[in-house]
């Protein structure tokens, strides 16, 4: 899933992913506002061995009607990942990505696994260790066991499974629902809607930036947060890395404007606002607590 905002990273998390692995790759893409240039820019940037088809499946965000946003994404986007199964009909088994990554190692591996009759395979998320999180989890989303609550940014799905359990329906109609209690958005209504139907995945799979070694070389980097290695304000780990790749893509060279400043206090302003939607959500919320 790619949006303008994100084009240099869609760039970096599959150039990064093809370079490690051994076999050839379809990529899909689902578009929520790329150009036909970022889209052919994104095309050209993967031109590898080993890359097979491309193809991009534009994506309309007003059919996700009144959907959750966050201050985190501040865009419905990410609920568009519910709909692989119908883009991607006929083929049996994907593997879903966020476009904040840096792939270390060979996918094949990853997508050959055994998921022992589970529709899924994830990673545990990181920051449910707290118990302001476990309660959340127990007490709002009513799940079981609260430290198995997985991060949505890498997915190995079962296609035939997904549309055998019906699990796109059942996440749009979790999401539509259950919206005031999705403080993670489509993450939370998955973890709803799978329950105990995914199979948990080695932690290298999708390791936050900053949990990784700055040797890390085994897995998955995820850009947790809110800031990314192209924004102007982005100073942490895995950043030379990162813009080495983009720099083997048809991005090569640029880097993000920083105006002596006012780029990045800008784009920390900016995400600091919340939308309309948001504020309006926020006092339904507390007027039901009330």
């Not at 990410?78 to 990554?101: K, N, Q």
């Not at 997915?155 to 019906?166: K, N, P, S, T």
């Not at 209690?181 to 799979?205: E, H």
Request: charged letters at 25%; a negative charge; proline letters at 3%.
């Amino acid at each position: 899933m790619a949006t303008a905002n994100y084009v240099w990273g869609a760039a970096v998390t599959v150039r990064s992913a093809l370079e490690t692995c051994s076999t050839t790759i379809n990529v899909y893409v689902i578009s929520v506002d790329l150009s036909l240039e970022d889209k052919q820019q994104l095309t050209n940037s993967w031109q590898t061995n080993n890359l097979g088809s491309v193809k991009f499946f534009d994506f309309d965000l007003e059919q996700l009607g009144s959907f959750r946003t966050t201050l985190l994404v501040k865009s419905k986007s990410p609920y568009a990942r519910f709909f692989i199964p119908e883009y991607l009909d006929g083929v049996s088994r994907c593997i879903y990505l966020d476009t904040d990554l840096i792939v270390c190692s060979d996918l094949k591996s990853l997508h050959d696994l055994d998921l022992q009759g589970k529709s899924s395979a994830c990673v545990i998320d990181g920051g449910i260790a707290t118990p302001e999180q476990q309660r959340r989890l127990r007490d709002k989303l009513k799940l079981e066991n609260p430290l198995r609550y997985f991060n949505s940014g890498v997915i190995v799905l079962d296609l035939d499974a997904w549309r055998q359990h019906e699990i796109q329906a059942k996440a749009l109609r979790v999401a539509e629902e259950q919206h005031d209690l999705l403080d993670q958005m489509d993450q939370d209504a998955l973890n709803m809607v799978l329950a105990d139907d995914w199979l948990t995945l080695d932690p290298k799979w999708n390791t936050s930036k900053g949990k990784a070694d700055p040797s890390f070389s085994d897995g998955i980097i995820h850009f947790l947060g809110k800031v990314k290695p192209w924004h102007a304000d982005y100073d942490a780990n895995f950043k030379d890395r990162w813009f080495e790749l983009l720099d083997r893509t048809a991005f090569a060279g640029q880097r993000p404007a920083k105006l002596l400043g006012v780029a990045a206090a800008y784009q920390k302003f900016v995400r600091s606002i919340p939308t309309f939607e948001m504020i309006e959500g926020k006092l339904r919320r507390m007027m039901r607590s009330t």
